[in-house]
């Protein structure tokens, strides 16, 4: 199983942007999909992005779309959530997400997982 680490959460305010990090241990990363997530209390992890392994194709949740953007490294085995224009809704514990095969928006489907990092948007 590849191990995930994300790192570029914070705390900022409404607006702003941040860049989320994810590396992961191994090079079998670079041959499987990559996907971000969020989590808040109470709730059900929420689907955020995805990006197959080629990185010529993504996916984005509604909310998300037009101001978040994924992108990968294969050669660093690094995937990137750059997050622009942060609303008080994107406040969540972020993790990434890894699988072999195609993306899926579903989070059961995907087998790594990154032990997570807080955004908080204040206004």
């Known amino acids: 199983q590849v191990q995930l680490r994300e790192s570029g959460g914070g705390l900022v305010q409404a607006g702003d942007s941040l860049r989320l990090t994810c590396a992961a241990s191994?090079?079998?990363?670079?041959?499987?999909?990559a996907g971000w997530f969020r989590q808040t209390p109470g709730k059900e992890r929420e689907f955020v992005a995805a990006?197959?392994?080629?990185?010529?194709?993504?996916d984005y949740a509604d909310s998300v779309k037009g101001r978040f953007t994924i992108s990968r490294d294969n050669v660093a085995n690094t995937a990137y959530l750059q997050m622009n224009n942060l609303k008080l809704e994107d406040t969540a514990v972020y993790y990434c997400?890894?699988?072999?095969?195609?993306?899926?928006?579903?989070?059961?489907?995907?087998?790594?997982w990154g032990q997570g990092t807080q955004v908080t948007v204040s206004s």
């Open positions: 997400a890894s699988k072999e095969g195609y993306y899926s928006p579903w989070h059961g489907d995907y087998t790594s």
């Open positions: 191994e090079r079998t990363f670079a041959s499987g999909a």
């Open positions: 990006i197959t392994w080629t990185g010529r194709t993504t």
